[in-house]
């Protein structure tokens, strides 16, 4: 599979990014894209219409979606909820996408680490709200665990529940 870093394809995150620089930040996108779509034909799948539609949606938004916030933002595209569900499924299957969690409204969905960079969750168990956080201090606990348990830690997943700010007021 044809995967790139998130620096390679975005440089600083999009909210990083001053007005200037978001010119520039939606060119990489562009290339994502590209990198995306390229896989996809590698896996054995076409390029289609809906399938880049749902997946620009994922390249504009920072935060996880759910497959009927994805069809909100393609109102007036011709695209049944359907065609979304499909595509978020085919995205998951090729690792363009990942499950985040599952709230009240359904399923979330972001781009995979490999096309947006290494990251972790902060879940508010009441409002839902859902922050990234970069730092990840995992590379000790995941030594331990290949010697205490001869397993290889080939990726990792954390995500931290519990009430933002807001709610615990």
């Known amino acids: 599979m044809i995967f790139a870093k998130h620096s390679q394809l975005f440089g600083p995150r999009r909210s990083d990014l001053s007005t200037g620089m978001r010119q520039r930040h939606s060119q990489s996108a562009g290339k994502a894209l590209e990198i995306i779509q390229q896989t996809l ?18 390249l504009e938004n920072d935060k996880p979606l759910t497959p009927t916030a994805v069809h909100k933002r393609l109102a007036g595209h011709g695209i049944n909820l359907a065609s979304v569900y499909r595509a978020i499924e085919l995205f998951c299957r090729v690792r363009v996408l990942a499950e985040v969690d599952h709230v009240q409204e359904g399923r979330r969905y972001e781009l995979s680490d490999e096309y947006r960079g290494h990251h972790h969750h902060l879940i508010c168990g009441g409002c839902g709200k859902t922050e990234d956080f970069e730092d990840c201090e995992m590379e000790d606990l995941e ?7 001869h397993f290889k830690v080939t990726r990792h997943d954390l995500r931290f529940i519990g009430l933002c700010r807001s709610c615990q007021s």
């Open 143 to 149: 030594k331990l665990i290949q010697r205490r348990f």
């Open 41 to 58: 034909v590698a896996e054995g799948h076409s390029q289609t219409n809906p399938r880049r539609q749902v997946l620009e949606v994922f």
